[in-house]
């Protein structure tokens, strides 16, 4: 948190430092949510654990990547493409600061602007981590990131620049259909949304360029569009009605093609259980693009296999599945395990 701090301190005086500590910030939380685990978490992998020279600092540390493998296998909390994607991006505008950086581009408002698009975006996945994810065990720092959460978004102004450039550009799209909603990250009005409701597309902030993948449905209740934007939870604005992945589920299938094929005692056809959040019926075949997505967790898998025991879809690997069973049985060995 001090290194939070830091960062946004040193912005506009020094902006390397800002960018040096701001890093060091995102590995230190990371490496605290595998330490709540258990500290040899964070000892680099080839190297043997040891408390005496673990306490005297004396041990190489896991890098991102690594400490991101581990809070999948083994805390089973991991973090999603687009956050490792950002985090990573962070560790490499450090490296080129530390490399490449002159006194003389000190000033350069453009260079500051690359940082706190950076900044933004990276926060905006560190807060929903500490924030929400993990907040049990970032809860006693909770006034403090708030603290921070205020701070920066006061980076919002040195974006005002990019956000003016492209208010020309917007109008243009938004007389073409597009749809502009404020972004979660930068919080200017510059997120580009698809017209169309019951389409699964990618929307991308033209100023931060934070991306999120979102579906709009109708509200069930009123009349009014409803936005999930990366995850199967959402309230709509007009009315307040809450949504979620069943909402969604049913506006993406086929209910036509789906109903038939229930006929047919196919009941399962179009709907099958999702490795990565472990849904159950979360993921759906969308409609006319015929393409797998879990409505929970937003991954579209490649493809959904049956499961030889129970007969399920999913997308986990079903090899030896009879015996062994998929994420929502336990196969033929639990079977007689229950004899
Ligand atoms: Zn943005
Ligand atoms: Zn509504
Ligand atoms: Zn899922
Ligand atoms: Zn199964």
């Known amino acids: 948190m001090d290194f939070l701090s830091k960062a946004i301190e040193e912005f506009d005086t020094h902006p390397k430092y800002s960018v040096i500590h701001f890093h060091a910030a995102v590995e230190l939380i990371i490496k605290a949510r595998l330490m709540h685990e258990h500290w040899s978490l964070i000892v680099a992998k080839g190297n043997e654990p040891d408390w005496d020279k673990f306490v005297a600092g004396d041990f190489q540390s896991v890098t991102l990547d690594e400490a991101a493998n581990r809070l999948q296998r083994i805390v089973q909390s991991g973090l999603t493409q687009t956050e490792i994607e950002s985090f990573r991006n962070i560790a490499k505008h450090r490296n080129k600061m530390l490399h490449f950086f002159h006194v003389a581009d000190k000033s350069d408002q453009s260079l500051k602007q690359d940082i706190a698009r950076q900044q933004l975006k990276a926060w905006y996945y560190l807060h929903q981590l500490i924030g929400e994810r993990w907040r049990d065990v970032f809860a006693s720092h909770s006034n403090k990131i708030s603290e921070i959460d205020q701070e920066l978004r006061g980076l919002h102004d040195f974006l005002q620049v990019i956000f003016d450039n492209l208010k020309a550009k917007i109008l243009e799209a938004e007389y073409a259909g597009f749809v502009f909603t404020e972004c979660p990250s930068c919080k200017f009005k510059a997120q580009e949304h698809e017209p169309d409701i019951e389409v699964i597309y990618v929307a991308d902030c033209l100023v931060c360029g934070l991306i999120e993948t979102c579906v709009k449905i109708e509200c069930k209740n009123c009349n009014e569009v409803v936005t999930f934007s990366d995850e199967g939870h959402t309230n709509c604005l007009g009315c307040g009605a809450y949504h979620n992945h069943e909402d969604l589920a049913e506006a993406l299938i086929d209910q036509g093609v789906a109903f038939i094929a229930a006929k ?45 025991w129970c007969n399920e879809l999913s997308s986990v690997d079903m090899e030896g599945s009879y015996v062994r069973g998929c994420n929502q049985c336990e196969g033929m060995s639990g079977w007689h395990e229950n004899d």
């Open 264 to 308: 047919e005692g196919n009941y399962d056809a179009y709907i099958g259980n999702c490795a990565d959040c472990d849904g159950y019926h979360t993921v759906v075949q969308v409609k006319e693009t015929e393409t797998w997505f879990c409505t929970e967790c937003f991954i579209e898998p490649k493809q959904m296999v049956t499961c030889e």
